[in-house]
């Protein structure tokens, strides 16, 4: 589905948009969270070979919950993505429909 | 009567400020969530250095610095992204590139916080040593007197 307009393509295709969602979510926000994850662990073995008492806890404990808000904001920021790329899917999708209308 | 052209040319323009609309409100929601996570990052070190050795804070700075590349590395892989856009044209490739924008500056914010909290650890480490020992002094010295008191009972 494609708009050509005075020769202004305004193109775009429902398949690509999900396939580009799909590797969004993927390679952004899961391989980053993934990442993130794998990273804090070995940091964490580290700190608890290392490290003991209330002080070490606390600053796992402000690590892991640094590490998790971020990941939370990661996975909001795309739910926002979503939302936002088939809201212009479906404004697209009607706007086709309205100019072949125009055309009946 | 209006003309065709410029019936059509209402038309785009409608669509395009719709769209638009649409680019903006979604630009203003991740600003906000990246805002917000970011404002709320902890201070690290806020439950002290107890049981910390000096050694052992050299290490955990360097094991910090290798967490942060690995972040950094993450935030450097999203320029190879151009391909997941690359099939996407005009307002969702916009969105596509504003997305990610958004989430590369989340984890810059988030690496930095933590670099400047490595770079603060070593007068963060020194203060909390220099007031653990003066409470170990304070408690040396107040057995000290308790010792002293207690030969003075003694002798009494």
């Not at chain 1, 969004?24 to 794998?38: E, H, P, Q, S, Y």
């Not at chain 1, 808000?69 to 936002?84: F, H, K, M, N, P």
């Not at chain 2, 909390?128 to 003075?152: G, L």
Request: aromatic residues 6%; glycine residues 4%; hydrophobic residues 35%.
């Amino acid at each position: 589905m494609a708009l050509n307009i005075e020769g202004a393509t305004i193109g775009f295709d429902a398949n690509n948009v999900q396939t580009a969602l799909n590797n969004l979510n993927t390679k952004c926000i899961g391989d980053a969270i993934r990442k993130m994850n794998d990273s804090m662990s070995e940091l964490r073995e580290y700190v608890d070979s290392a490290w003991v008492g209330a002080s070490a806890e606390q600053f796992k404990n402000n690590m892991e919950a640094d590490k998790n808000r971020i990941s939370q904001a990661l996975q909001d920021t795309y739910e926002v993505l979503e939302s936002e790329m088939y809201q212009i899917v479906d404004e697209m999708a009607s706007a086709d429909d309205e100019l072949v209308k125009g055309r009946e | 009567m209006p003309s065709i052209k410029s019936t059509i040319g209402n038309f785009v323009h409608d669509v395009q400020d719709k769209l638009s609309s649409v680019l903006a409100s979604a630009k203003t929601q991740i600003q906000n969530i990246v805002g917000t996570a970011t404002s709320r990052l902890s201070n690290i070190w806020s439950g002290g250095f107890t049981g910390m050795s000096e050694q052992g804070m050299a290490d955990l700075k360097a094991q910090l610095s290798s967490y942060c590349q690995d972040v950094q590395d993450l935030i450097d892989s999203f320029d190879q992204t151009g391909d997941i856009t690359s099939a996407l044209r005009g307002e969702v490739q916009t969105a596509a590139y504003d997305f990610i924008a958004a989430i590369k500056s989340l984890l810059q914010a988030y690496v930095s916080t933590m670099r400047q909290e490595i770079d603060e650890a070593d007068e963060a480490y020194r203060n909390f040593a220099s007031s653990d020992k003066s409470i170990s002094q304070d408690v040396e010295s107040s057995a000290s007197d308790i010792r002293s008191n207690a030969n003075n009972i003694r002798l009494d």
